[in-house]
T-cell receptor
Framework: GAGVSQSPSNKVTEKGKDVELRCDPI?????LYWYRQSLGQGLEFLIY????????KSGLPSDRFSAERTGGSVSTLTIQRTQQEDSAVYLC???????????????FGPGTRLLVL | AQKITQTQPGMFVQEKEAVTLDCTYD???????LFWYKQPSSGEMIFLIY??????QNATEGRYSLNFQKARKSANLVISASQLGDSAMYFC????????????FGAGTRLFVKA
């Protein structure tokens, strides 16, 4: 079946503009995760969704970042008033349930490469 | 606090030889899971192998095995018979109940396989 898809694959924007990044998880996966990966760095957790609710938003770096998920499927990560330090690859992952916690393997999308000029 | 440490920024291995990528972790939660992911230059994260904290045996998946030493809190990845296509970044990760099912990742190790 289809894996996790993300769009756009690349996004170049000007400082101060808003951007929306989209994630389409694997069909039937109820848990969805957003991560940020800066150049040459590991993954930084941003937010976790269980269904449409977000029990863990602890990783969002500032109030310029928000995310929503509708219909238990597609999720959108929005960055308002983008800054140059927001430039990174934004990765989305999904897992089957999320509630089993430690046993949940996450499957990742290809990422969106964001460049803020 | 939970933490994953990968101390090898880069590793070289000769094709067809085995290589071990180090990972140590820290958590106070008795129940946790450990994962290894591969990230080739294309950028996609590929799941390789999983080890649960209560698993009695080390996990194996084809050429990948996880050397799990619970007392030392280490979860090293062993790749046998290295292939050129194994050249990539490798990330160790952990999730635990007290982390709210958040998965934390190490900084990664870049593996170079030489012909």
């Amino acid at each position: 079946g289809a894996g996790v898809s993300q769009s756009p694959s690349n996004k170049v924007t000007e400082k101060g503009k808003d951007v929306e990044l989209r994630c389409d998880p694997i069909s039937g996966h109820t848990a969805l995760y957003w991560y940020r990966q800066s150049l040459g760095q590991g993954l930084e957790f941003l937010i976790y969704f269980q269904g449409n609710s977000a029990p863990d938003k602890s990783g969002l770096p500032s109030d310029r970042f928000s995310a929503e998920r509708t219909g238990g499927s597609v999720s959108t990560l929005t960055i308002q008033r983008t800054q140059q330090e927001d430039s990174a690859v934004y990765l989305c992952a999904s897992s089957l349930e999320g509630t089993s916690g430690v046993k949940e393997t996450q499957y990742f999308g290809p990422g969106t490469r964001l460049l803020v000029l | 606090a939970q933490k994953i440490t990968q101390t090898q920024p880069g590793m070289f291995v000769q094709e067809k030889e085995a290589v071990t990528l180090d990972c140590t972790y820290d958590t106070s939660d008795p129940s946790y899971g450990l994962f290894w992911y591969k990230q080739p230059s294309s950028g996609e994260m590929i799941f390789l192998i999983y080890q649960g904290s209560y698993d009695q045996q080390n996990a194996t998946e084809g050429r990948y095995s996880l050397n799990f030493q619970k007392a030392r809190k280490s979860a090293n990845l062993v790749i046998s018979a290295s292939q050129l296509g194994d050249s990539a970044m490798y990330f160790c990760a952990m999730s635990a109940n007290t982390g709210g099912f958040k998965t934390i990742f190490g900084a990664g190790t870049r593996l170079f396989v030489k012909a």
